[in-house]
């Protein structure tokens, strides 16, 4: 982890705007990374087995995933059977809120969001390639960040529960950490320490987590080669498994 060298990135994929916020046609944490994980754009967004890649160089193909999982699995699929591939899957644990006229330009003054990011909520969406997830030229990384969020303010609300704003924008601000997933003990270690043979009830209740994203979590590390599990009952029991990929 380099903080100073992804506040550069930042401020790159920043100076990229030419008409303010929200005007990217790439997004601004998306280009950021790219930058982080590659300052070299002669590298970016490839042409590669009929897709493009975002980063493409000695090290292999880098792709960052800043949306739903749901529609990269077959690109994925087809990366994996000829390069060593970075997955990059970033999580926002600090959030500052900050509302847009769209009409004068005029910024609020940020407010903190309470919500507060978790590893853990990523498994929804690793549900989504769990059957590459053993994959052993696939590596996950999870750069931590803090960020600001635009929103642009409109009238009326076009639905029942409209909450009135379009989100037009997320900012990284910082970069607090970084996880890497290459191996089966990276995966354990996101486990609380003893917890063996445990049910995804006792996951949930270990982790305070709810029991949706435990169950996730219990398959997606099953699917990384690092749980086994067996029937007790009416529930699964997962164990550690030891070693890596």
């Given at each position: 982890?380099?903080?100073?060298?992804?506040?550069?990135?930042?401020?790159?994929?920043?100076?990229?705007?030419?008409?303010?916020?929200?005007?990217?046609?790439?997004?601004?944490?998306?280009?950021?990374?790219?930058?982080?994980?590659?300052?070299?754009?002669?590298?970016?967004?490839?042409?590669?087995?009929?897709?493009?890649?975002?980063?493409?160089?000695?090290?292999?193909?880098?792709?960052?995933?800043?949306?739903?999982?749901?529609?990269?699995?077959?690109?994925?699929?087809?990366?994996?059977?000829?390069?060593?591939?970075?997955?990059?899957?970033?999580?926002?644990?600090?959030?500052?809120?900050?509302?847009?006229?769209?009409?004068?330009?005029?910024?609020?003054?940020?407010?903190?969001?309470?919500?507060?990011?978790?590893?853990?909520?990523?498994?929804?969406?690793?549900?989504?390639?769990?059957?590459?997830?053993?994959?052993?030229?696939?590596?996950?990384?999870?750069?931590?960040?803090?960020?600001?969020?635009?929103?642009?303010?409109?009238?009326?609300?076009?639905?029942?529960?409209?909450?009135?704003?379009?989100?037009?924008?997320?900012?990284?601000?910082?970069?607090?950490?970084?996880?890497?997933?290459?191996?089966?003990?990276?995966?354990?270690?996101?486990?609380?320490?003893?917890?063996?043979?445990?049910?995804?009830?006792?996951?949930?209740?270990?982790?305070?987590?709810p029991n949706r994203v435990a169950?996730?979590?219990?398959?997606?590390?099953?699917?990384?080669?690092?749980?086994?599990?067996?029937?007790?009952?009416?529930?699964?029991?997962?164990?550690?498994?030891?070693?890596?990929?």
């Open positions: 982890m380099d903080t100073e060298a992804f506040r550069k990135a930042v401020e790159r994929a920043k100076a990229r705007e030419s008409g303010g916020i929200g005007t990217l046609a790439e997004k601004t944490l998306h280009s950021a990374l790219k930058y982080y994980y590659e300052p070299d754009e002669t590298k970016h967004e490839a042409e590669l087995c009929g897709f493009f890649a975002d980063i493409l160089n000695a090290d292999g193909v880098t792709e960052i995933q800043t949306g739903s999982f749901f529609h990269i699995d077959r690109k994925l699929g087809v990366f994996l059977g000829e390069y060593p591939v970075t997955l990059v899957c970033p999580l926002i644990r600090n959030k500052r809120i900050i509302y847009l006229d769209p009409e004068t330009g005029e910024m609020t003054k940020p407010r903190s969001s309470p919500k507060k990011g978790r590893i853990e909520s990523l498994f929804f969406e690793l549900m989504h390639i769990r059957k590459r997830l053993s994959d052993k030229n696939l590596m996950i990384v999870v750069p931590v960040i803090d960020a600001d969020e635009y929103r642009v303010k409109r009238e009326p609300k076009r639905r029942f529960r409209d909450k009135g704003y379009d989100k037009f924008e997320l900012v990284p601000t910082a970069l607090a950490d970084e996880r890497v997933f290459a191996e089966s003990a990276d995966w354990l270690m996101l486990l609380p320490d003893g917890l063996d043979g445990f049910t995804v009830k006792e996951l949930e209740k270990a982790l305070g987590i169950g996730a979590m219990a398959r997606s590390i099953m699917s990384a080669g690092a749980l086994r599990r067996e029937k007790r009952d009416a529930s699964y029991v997962y164990y550690r498994i030891g070693g890596g990929k």
